[in-house]
Nanobody, 120 residues
Framework: QVQLVESGGGLVQPGGSLRLSCAASGFTFSSYAMSWYRQAPGKERELVATITSTGGSTNYADSMKGRFTISRDNAKNTVYLQMNSLKPEDTAVYYC?????????????WGQGTQVTVSS
């Protein structure tokens, strides 16, 4: 059974920091690129950050560059999102995503999400 379980969300004040974790099981974690997405009420889901299967390359949405850092520990089957200098507009449900593409198929797995609220 494939599972992606996010944790670490909560309430934080503007300018604060939070570290999200996503624990993966049921598939070969080290073969998948991992991403974080977020969705605020009334808005479309947006990509936050992506990291390659080996952790050798990362990509960020422009609004997150310099504030957020994605990382992974393949030995622990876990991907992280370090969020600094948080703003109220960062308030959203954050989702963990695993994706692997081959010549013949693409697997795409999602976690249940964790709520991040930035408010004073």
């Amino acid at each position: 059974q494939v599972q992606l379980v996010e944790s670490g969300g909560g309430l934080v004040q503007p300018g604060g920091s939070l570290r999200l974790s996503c624990a993966a099981s049921g598939f070969t974690f080290s073969s998948y690129a991992m991403s974080w997405y977020r969705q605020a009420p009334g808005k479309e889901r947006e990509l936050v950050a992506t990291i390659t299967s080996t952790g050798g390359s990362t990509n960020y949405a422009d609004s997150m560059k310099g504030r957020f850092t994605i990382s992974r520990d393949n030995a622990k089957n876990t991907v992280y999102l370090q969020m600094n200098s948080l703003k109220p507009e960062d308030t959203a449900v954050y989702y963990c995503n695993a994706r692997r593409r081959s010549l013949t198929y693409e697997n795409d797995y999602w976690g249940q999400g964790t709520q991040v609220t930035v408010s004073s």
